[in-house]
């Protein structure tokens, strides 16, 4: 599922992001695709390690 999203984002989403940032270059538009990235990467291993309410 992970892959997916990071797909969706660095593929698709990322078009809309610099169109709504009115960013002129990719390079201006991938921080926030490298923040996406560094964030999935660090909350997932957090996030399944929590056990379920009951």
Do not use: C, N, R
Not at 15 to 39: C, D, F, H
């Amino acid at each position: 599922m992970q892959v997916l999203d990071i797909t969706i984002v660095s593929v698709v989403a990322l078009i809309y992001m610099a169109g709504t940032l009115s960013a002129e270059k990719k390079t201006q538009i991938s921080w926030v695709v490298s923040s996406y990235l560094v964030v999935a990467v660090i909350s997932t291993p957090l996030l399944s390690s929590m056990p379920l309410p009951d």
